[in-house]
């Protein structure tokens, strides 16, 4: 090796860089890769992304795994429901699932009558929730679109079992809705920011 090369390599070796895994939240950061619901266990933290636009939900574990499924929400209108007339369109929120209840209306809220309500920012109760419908297929293929809901977010029979079960694991689920999902790792990492978006008008279920 010559003077020169070996004063080259030295200079080059010399100069400082940072370790790759040193890089911020790069260890830690879920990163987002779908998985089978054969191979889906819940686990303690699981969170709950529903994509308003799209009518998609996911429920992911803290590294980032996921399974995606489809939901029902708001039409996208003024209705006139229960003695209030309110935009029946599903709020972009952040909330937490924090109660189960079971309901009489079988039609609305399907044959099991599950509703697990979510509270705005964790706190607030509110009359949206997770819930079935007494006629699924219809609700779900029925149609040309999934904006069929008063206002709560419905889901397919083994969503819901899914989703009770890990309620009752982890005694409250975070959750955001959001109208359009991008990036999901960014929404991942979005759980312990603000609100995503206000809403003045609340269904009532």
Same mark, same amino acid.
């Given at each position: 090796?010559?003077?020169?090369?070996?004063?080259?390599?030295?200079?080059?070796?010399?100069?400082?860089?940072?370790?790759?895994?040193?890089?911020?939240?790069?260890?830690?950061?879920?990163?987002?890769?779908?998985?089978?619901? /054969?191979?889906?266990?819940?686990?303690?933290?699981?969170?709950?992304?529903?994509?308003?636009?799209?009518? /998609?939900?996911?429920?992911?574990?803290?590294?980032?795994?996921?399974?995606? $499924? /489809?939901?029902?929400?708001?039409?996208?209108?003024?209705?006139?429901?229960?003695?209030?007339?309110?935009?029946?369109?599903?709020?972009?929120?952040?909330?937490?699932?924090?109660?189960?209840?079971?309901?009489?209306?079988?039609?609305?809220?399907?044959?099991?009558?599950? $509703?697990?309500?979510?509270?705005?920012?964790?706190?607030?109760?509110?009359?949206?929730?997770?819930? /079935?419908?007494?006629?699924?297929?219809?609700? $779900?293929?029925?149609?040309?679109?999934?904006?069929?809901?008063?206002?709560?977010?419905?889901?397919?029979?083994?969503?819901?079992?899914?989703?009770?079960?890990? $309620?009752?694991?982890?005694?409250?689920?975070?959750?955001?809705?959001?109208?359009?999902?991008?990036?999901?790792?960014?929404?991942?990492?979005?759980?312990?920011?603000?609100?995503?978006?206000?809403?003045?008008?609340?269904?009532?279920?």
């Amino acid at each position: 090796m010559s003077t020169l090369t070996s004063t080259l390599l030295t200079l080059i070796l010399s100069v400082p860089t940072a370790p790759i895994a040193q890089t911020v939240g790069l260890d830690s950061a879920p990163v987002p890769h779908e998985i089978s619901a /054969e191979k889906w266990h819940i686990e303690e933290g699981d969170k709950i992304i529903v994509d308003t636009k799209n009518n /998609e939900g996911y429920i992911f574990h803290s590294d980032g795994r996921y399974i995606n $499924f /489809e939901v029902v929400t708001g039409q996208q209108r003024w209705v006139y429901y229960i003695g209030r007339s309110y935009n029946a369109s599903t709020p972009n929120w952040n909330w937490t699932a924090k109660s189960m209840h079971t309901k009489g209306d079988r039609l609305t809220f399907g044959p099991s009558g599950r $509703f697990l309500r979510l509270y705005k920012d964790g706190v607030d109760h509110t009359a949206y929730g997770f819930h /079935e419908y007494g006629q699924e297929d219809e609700i $779900f293929n029925g149609m040309d679109t999934r904006f069929r809901s008063m206002g709560c977010i419905i889901v397919r029979v083994p969503i819901m079992d899914l989703l009770v079960k890990t $309620f009752e694991q982890n005694e409250s689920i975070e959750v955001i809705t959001k109208n359009g999902v991008d990036d999901l790792q960014n929404v991942m990492l979005s759980f312990d920011k603000e609100k995503v978006e206000d809403s003045e008008e609340v269904a009532l279920y």
